[in-house]
Every structure is written in structure tokens, then in C-alpha cells.
């Protein structure tokens, strides 16, 4: 069968692998380009939220370039993610297309159906129990080491001598691990994407401003649709922390381990029933990134993402309380990438002007 799921970063490497050694032909989704846009947005109902309308732009392009099944998630709670695979199935079929969407639940919301599902797709690609479980072990250990080398070459873009070193070193690391077919190989390119990446010409006398960044899961996951925020806040000298990545929740070595506090330090700015998406993610990590000694906390909401607005209605508190600057980014079809970097440009003038005023505070008192 020819196979597509959803472009989400740099993981479409690790799941293209997945599913040609599973047995299927793999259609690679683009990167979401203007043209994604356009499409989702022509057949979306005008007041889904961009993850909806980019998704949906993306199924139509990989229909074009053949794909016969596409693989989706489900979603459980309050928030429209739990229906997107349903609205994207009715609105491919009336676009006159011929593909079936398959989605996966949350394997504890049933685990029958995630199973089924599983075993369909690996009975189709004809491949045994057994070597279902190295596939997947070894597509899984391609995302962590996706997972190392962008979070290292987030470390390292502030300090680099040469604007850009670092992304090109990000792509030739993420090429050693696209080309990698066995554990061994996969940990090669792991050490070697490193290697270069620390090889980088590097001013480690710079003190680059600490940023976090929180939000809705696909727009902090996908670089296309947050105008590549990370890499042009490193470029601004900026280190930055990202909140979520898609192995996150198996380990304990990002910048900033932020696993397990989030939901108990949200509790005393809410304490209501679950609103969805990351949104008590979102107040429960900006606590943690002041808590941490972070400058500044950039949040990124889709334009009429619920979760992400009942967020942000309270970190003007949070902020305020552990006085960490928050800006919020609303990303929709109009965002541009010059408005996006004329706000962040601002808003690191402000951090640096904070921590002028800090420092010189700090000198007086000693
Ligand atoms: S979290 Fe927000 S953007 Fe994501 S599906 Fe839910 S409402 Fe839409």
C-alpha cells in the first residue's frame, strides 16, 4: 500500500523508515509550504484552527502524489483534535478523493482498536510479530536521535561564529540518520552528527538570553508552521528551550527537564476540569521556566485554539507572579514570517533591557 501520515518536524524521517520496513511504499509528505496552506484553507471550514487547515493541505498534496492510506492520530478530551481525522475523512471524500484515513487512538482510550489497527497494517505489509518489533524499535530509537542532534544544535546556534553553521550541520546529521538502517548504524550517525555539531566555530564568551517555548503541540512541533521560531531566535544569539518533543515524555535530557511538575505548579492558576490540547501544559511550564532562571517565555497558539486562550487569559498572572516576560504568538493562514520576527526582535530588546537593569541592580547591591 502507499502509505502518508502527517509532516510534524523532522520525525517524517523515522516514520518513512517505519513504514517502507513494515512493507509498504511510503509517500513523504512535503514540508507545509504556502501552497499546503492554500489548500487546507480552501477546503477547511474557515474557523478551524492552522494545525486543521495545514494537515488538511498536507493529506490533499500526498493524495496527488499517490498515497492510498493515510495514517492519522485520534484525541481524547475536550478540544477539536479528537474529531480532526473525522472532519479530514468527510471533507477528503468530498473533495472527490479516493484515500482511506486511518487514525490511532490513545492505545488507553481502547486498546482493541489500536491493536487491530497495528495488526492490519502489519498483516498488509506481510512482515511477522517479531520483526514488527525490531521495525518499530528501531524506528523509535531513529526519533530519540532526531530528538539529540536538534536539541544540540539548538544549544549551540547563539554561540556559532557563522551565521548558519549550525542548520547545515542540523541537515547533514538528520542525512547520516535518514541513511541509517540498524541500531548500530543509527548510534554511528548519532556520535557523528554530534561530533560536527560540537565542531562548529563557536564564541563561547557570549551570554545568549534563555527563552522558552510553549504552546500547542504541532506548531511547537513543525518548524514550517511557527516560521522556523527556534532557528531565527538562535540566530538572534537566543538559546531556547522547547517544551515539547515527540520523545520528550521518555526522557530527561533536554536543556531543562520539564516532565512531571507541569500539571501540580498549573494547579493554583487552574484547577477546573481538563480544557485540552497543552493549555495547562502551557501555564504549568511557563511557571517552570522562571522557576529555572529562563529570561522569557514565547507562547504558540493557533489563531481560536481554546486551550491555548484559556492559557493565555492567565499568564498574565503567572507572569506577572514569577515575573518571567511572556509573549504570545497567534499563528494563523495571515502570519507572515517579517511580522513574526519583528515581535521577537522586540520582544529579546525588552529581555536584554531586563537583564541590563537586573545586572546593574545586582552590582549596586554587592
Ligand atoms: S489544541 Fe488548539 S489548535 Fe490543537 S486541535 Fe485543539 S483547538 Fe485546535
Same mark, same amino acid.
Not at 489497527?117 to 525490531?134: A, D, H, P, Q, Y
Given at each position: ?7 510534524? #518536524? /523532522?520525525?517524517?524521517?523515522?516514520? &518513512?523508515? +517505519?513504514? %517502507?520496513?513494515? !512493507?509498504?511504499?511510503?509517500? $513523504? ?52 483534535? #479528537? /474529531?480532526?481525522?473525522?472532519?479530514? &475523512?468527510? +471533507?477528503? %471524500?468530498?473533495? !472527490?478523493?479516493?484515500?482511506? $484515513? ?66 547545515? !550541520? ?197
Amino acid at each position: 500500500m502507499k502509505i502518508s501520515f502527517p509532516h510534524m #518536524g /523532522y520525525s517524517y524521517i523515522a516514520f &518513512k523508515w +517505519l513504514v %517502507e520496513n513494515m !512493507g509498504h511504499e511510503c509517500i $513523504v509528505p512535503p514540508e507545509p509550504s504556502s501552497r499546503t496552506l492554500d489548500l487546507g484553507v480552501r477546503y477547511a471550514p474557515e474557523f478551524a484552527c492552522i494545525p486543521f487547515k495545514i494537515l488538511l493541505g498536507t493529506y490533499l498534496e500526498v493524495v496527488e502524489m499517490g498515497a492510498e492510506v493515510i495514517i492519522s492520530s485520534g484525541g481524547m478530551g475536550p478540544c477539536r483534535a #479528537g /474529531y480532526y481525522w473525522v472532519m479530514h &475523512k468527510y +471533507l477528503l %471524500e468530498e473533495a !472527490g478523493k479516493d484515500v482511506k $484515513v486511518v487514525a490511532f487512538e490513545l492505545p488507553r482510550s481502547d486498546i482493541m482498536d489500536f491493536w487491530k489497527k497495528l495488526r492490519w497494517l502489519r498483516k498488509t505489509g506481510g512482515i511477522s510479530v517479531k520483526e514488527f518489533i525490531r521495525v518499530f524499535k528501531t524506528a523509535w530509537n531513529k526519533i530519540m536521535v532526531i530528538d539529540d542532534v536538534e536539541m544540540r544544535s539548538h544549544e549551540i546556534r547563539p554561540y556559532e561564529i557563522h551565521r548558519g553553521d549550525t542548520t547545515r !550541520g542540523l541537515w547533514t546529521a538528520l542525512d547520516m540518520i535518514d541513511k541509517a538502517n540498524t541500531l548500530q548504524e543509527i548510534q554511528e550517525a548519532r556520535v557523528e552528527g554530534l561530533r560536527q555539531l560540537n565542531q562548529i566555530e563557536q564564541d563561547r564568551s557570549r551570554k545568549p538570553l534563555k527563552i522558552g517555548i510553549i504552546g500547542e503541540i504541532y506548531v511547537v512541533l513543525e518548524p514550517a508552521a511557527n516560521h522556523y521560531i527556534q532557528i531565527m531566535l538562535g540566530e538572534m544569539g537566543v538559546q531556547t528551550d522547547r517544551s515539547i518533543y515527540l520523545t520528550s515524555y521518555a526522557r530527561k535530557n533536554t536543556i531543562v527537564n520539564l516532565e512531571g511538575d507541569v500539571f501540580e505548579v498549573a494547579k493554583p492558576y487552574l484547577n477546573e476540569a481538563p480544557i485540552g490540547g497543552h493549555g495547562v501544559n502551557s501555564i504549568g511550564e511557563t511557571i517552570l521556566y522562571a522557576k529555572h532562571g529562563f529570561d522569557g517565555v514565547v507562547q504558540l497558539a493557533p489563531f481560536a485554539c481554546i486551550p491555548e486562550i484559556v492559557a493565555k487569559s492567565i499568564i498574565p498572572t503567572v507572569s506577572k507572579d514569577y515575573s518571567i516576560p511572556v509573549l504570545t504568538l497567534f499563528i494563523d493562514e495571515q502570519t507572515g514570517k517579517a511580522g513574526v520576527q519583528t515581535r521577537l526582535e522586540a520582544f529579546v530588546d525588552l529581555l536584554e533591557s531586563r537583564r541590563e537593569v537586573r545586572e546593574r541592580h545586582e552590582r549596586l547591591v554587592i
